[in-house]
Each structure stands twice: as structure tokens, then as C-alpha cells.
């Protein structure tokens, strides 16, 4: 299955989407390159339309669905940064857009949802709007797009790799947040496929590791995500993600949720960045040691930056 997803396919997917999506920049902070002892540069993807690295993916897929899927509508399942993009991507191609989300979504996001003019379906746990995702399938005809387990899906957040990898060739290390693993498979492809050895960590909450277990299991193994980091709280991987990070991905580490509070607070007082608790899990990674710089050039991507006011002000 990793064989769908080529370099070619997300070479390809960058032309496609260049039009709807920015060209997000790396920027280099000296704060954090001080205090880890590398140049640590930022991919700055909570910068990019709709907030999230999503639109990329999801704007690739959308174009890519031939006529009959445009006509039957489309669905989605997410916490709210796919469902954003997806939405996002619909409304210039005038396609009906239904959007499923846990129950528990922040209302920033939902609003956001409906601002692109999605029907949005707020349904239980994240558990229960897969569920109802997939009854909406079969029962109502829509298009699926999923969130991470869809070729086109990955091919376009791979477009994240052909940046990094044309800003910061001699990069040593890139750190990645994992969910349901579409951003680092896409990702992986993109570096592998031009022939960048940097090393390919993925990060994700320690009670939201869905991947982590897939890889000790050799199989997606479902979980029950619990982190504060809700745009990684996907119930399982793929068998598509999990064999592309397997292949092309040297390692998945774990962090705390006060780690990701504390990485947040850095970005914002040192580099004035906000992003979500989902963003700053590989900054996190970094600041709390889970894995070392060496003092080879990082890039800590910055996955998305769409976060409810309040909520942040609880956690800070």
C-alpha cells in the first residue's frame, strides 16, 4: 500500500494545490537553537489556510475525485482541522460538504466549519463520529475523504516534505506530529523521494498513541485518545500509514500533555507563535529530550495553529 503514495504523486499533488495553499515559511529561532544546541528551524504550518497543514490534503484529494464522487456530496471525520480543509477545499467546487466531529470539538472550529458552508454533524466520542461517519457512507451514498487514510490525502500533506526539503536540504533532523499518520507518511515519501537522509522522528501524546502500539503490534491497534491534543486523537492508524512510517520513519516517540502546555508557552513568549497543543508536540519532543539534536539543523513542524481562546487560557 505504501507503493500508492510516490514522490511523482506528491510532486504532482504541490502543482495541483498551488493555487488554494501557502508556501508556509521555515523560519529559524535563535532562542531554541540556543537552548538544544542546533540550529532549530520552524515549519510553520499553523500559518497555512484554514490553520492546519489539512488544507493540503484535502484540497489535493478534493480535486482529484472524478465526476460521479463530486455528485453524490462528500463526508469527513474529524476534530476539526480536516473537517476545516475539507470544507475549505469544497466550497470554490460548489460540492455539498458534511462534516462529522466529536461531541467534545471546540466551538472555534465547528464555527469555522460552517463558515466554509459544511453541514456540520457533531456526534459522541471520537470513536462514535468514525461510527457515524461510516453510516453516513453507506447509507446516504457520500464520498468519503478521509483524514489520513487516502492516498490523495497524503500525497498533498507530503507537499510538506518537498518544502522542507527545498528550504533546508542539510537538515539532520525533522520531528513531526503523529495522529492517524497521514502528515509524517506524506512527509517520509517526500524526503525519501529526493533523496534526503535526515532522520524522521514522529511524536505523539502518550495517551493518544495510536501509532506507537501499531508499531509494538505489527497491526492498527485502537485506542482511546485522551490528550489535550485533540488533532492527534485518532482512535486508530491505518494499515496504509502504519506500513509507510514502518518503511521510511526511524522512530515514534511519546510526550506528556504538560510537556506540550510547556512548548506552547515557548513558541508563544519566545517566537510569538500560538499553536495548538497538536503543533507543539514536536517541539515538546525536543524541549523535554525525548530526542537528540546532535547539533545537526532540526525542523520542528508546526502542524496547526487553530485553538480555542479559552481553552488556552486555561492551560496557560
Not at 13 to 39: F, K, Q, Y
Not at 208 to 221: D, E, H, I, K
Request: glycine share 10%; hydrophobic share 50%.
Amino acid at each position: 500500500m505504501a507503493s500508492e503514495v510516490t514522490i511523482d504523486a506528491v510532486r504532482a499533488a504541490a502543482a495541483r494545490i498551488a493555487d488554494r495553499v501557502h508556501r508556509t515559511p521555515l523560519w529559524r529561532s535563535e532562542t531554541l537553537s540556543r537552548r538544544v544546541g542546533a540550529p532549530v528551524w520552524l515549519k510553520a504550518e499553523n500559518l497555512q489556510k484554514t490553520g492546519s497543514f489539512k488544507a493540503r490534503g484535502a484540497t489535493n484529494a478534493v480535486r482529484r475525485l472524478p465526476h460521479d464522487a463530486r455528485a453524490r456530496g462528500i463526508v469527513t471525520i474529524s476534530a476539526g482541522n480536516h473537517a476545516q480543509a475539507v470544507a475549505y477545499a469544497a466550497q470554490p467546487e460548489g460540492l455539498r460538504c458534511v462534516v462529522v466531529m466529536p461531541a467534545t470539538a471546540a466551538q472555534s472550529k465547528v464555527a469555522a466549519c460552517r463558515g466554509y458552508g459544511a453541514e456540520v454533524v457533531l456526534h459522541g466520542t471520537v470513536a462514535d463520529a468514525f461510527a457515524r461517519y461510516e453510516a453516513l457512507v453507506r447509507d446516504e451514498g457520500l464520498t468519503p475523504v478521509h483524514p489520513f487514510d487516502h492516498p490523495d490525502v497524503i500525497a498533498g500533506q507530503g507537499t510538506v516534505g518537498l518544502e522542507i526539503a527545498e528550504d533546508l536540504p542539510d537538515a539532520g533532523l525533522v520531528l513531526v506530529p503523529v495522529g492517524g499518520g497521514g502528515l509524517i507518511s506524506g512527509i517520509a515519501v517526500a524526503l525519501r523521494g529526493v533523496g534526503m537522509g535526515a532522520r524522521l522522528v514522529g511524536v505523539e501524546p502518550e495517551t493518544s498513541n495510536a501509532m506507537r502500539q501499531a508499531l509494538a503490534a505489527g497491526r492498527p491497534v485502537p485506542v482511546t485518545p485522551a490528550s489535550i491534543a485533540d488533532g492527534l486523537g485518532a482512535p486508530a492508524v491505518s494499515a496504509r500509514t502504519l506500513e509507510i512510517v514502518r518503511q521510511l520513519v526511524d522512530d515514534v516517540v511519546e510526550v506528556r500533555d504538560d510537556e506540550i502546555v510547556a512548548a506552547m508557552r515557548v513558541l508563544l513568549e519566545r517566537t510569538k507563535l500560538l499553536v495548538e497543543p497538536a503543533g507543539a508536540a514536536g517541539l515538546a519532543a525536543l524541549l523535554a529530550g525525548r530526542v537528540r539534536a546532535d547539533g545537526a539543523p532540526v525542523v520542528v513542524v508546526l502542524s496547526g495553529g487553530n485553538v480555542d481562546l479559552e481553552r488556552v487560557r486555561t492551560w496557560l
